[in-house]
């Protein structure tokens, strides 16, 4: 944690990969187990909402961090994040859909 690092940077990849390691252990359980789901899909709808959320919020950080330094670097990770969680919530919206 010291150094010159910029520590917004190692927030949100700690966040990312907390995110990323939570869903791989799910959807490692379920491959492990070979049970499917009801939903036809690897994750509940809550799982992928909640990966949606985590994607949307790190989204919004990255483009404060690029506002308050003034620096496009943290837009690369802002267009990735935002990608991420527009297809998280494509997919849990279409398994919730087909659940009913």
Known sequence: MR??????????????AATLTCF????????ILNRPNTFGSIASPFTWFMCFSIFGLM?????ASAIIQRDMGPAQGAALSALLALLAYGTASHFRRRRQ
Request: hydrophobic share 55%; net charge positive; charged share 10%.
């Open 24 to 31: 791989f252990a799910t959807v490692g359980r379920r491959l």
């Open 3 to 16: 150094g010159t690092g910029k520590l917004i940077g190692l927030g949100a990849l700690l966040v990312c």
């Open 59 to 63: 989204t919004l950080v990255f483009i």
